[in-house]
């Protein structure tokens, strides 16, 4: 999964954001580092801040990791505490983020 494609060579794409699952130099990673406040939803924040940075990112569309899904009730529910999602927004001063799928999460 990747957004903000920004160009493309073969099954490389330069993009904004990638999932959560990435390869990156650990130097890079040190420095950046992920927000440790944030439970859920910290991916987009973590590259908006790679994205201020000046970091480039691109995916490879030839290669993947399985993600073995957890369904259960436990779960979602700890992943719907809008809190965090609040809390990455404020963090930037954003009052709402549009999904590219036209859903809209607000401060």
């Known amino acids: 999964m990747h957004r903000g494609e920004i160009k493309r060579n073969g099954y490389v794409a330069w993009c904004h954001m990638s999932s ?5 130099r ?5 420095n ?4 440790e406040e ?8 973590f590259f908006y801040r790679a994205k ?6 691109a995916v490879a569309g030839d290669c993947f990791i399985r993600h073995a899904h957890v369904a259960s009730k436990d779960y ?8 965090y999602r609040s809390m990455g927004l404020r963090k930037h001063g954003f009052h ?4 590219p799928g036209g859903g809209v999460v607000r401060a």
């Open 20 to 24: 959560n699952a990435f390869l990156a």
């Open 26 to 30: 650990t130097a890079t990673i040190r």
């Open 32 to 35: 950046l580092r992920w927000d």
């Open 38 to 45: 944030i439970k859920t939803f910290e991916h987009w924040e």
């Open 52 to 57: 201020l940075a000046e970091l480039k990112v």
């Open 76 to 83: 979602r529910d700890l992943r719907k505490r809008s809190q």
């Open 96 to 99: 709402s983020m549009r999904y």
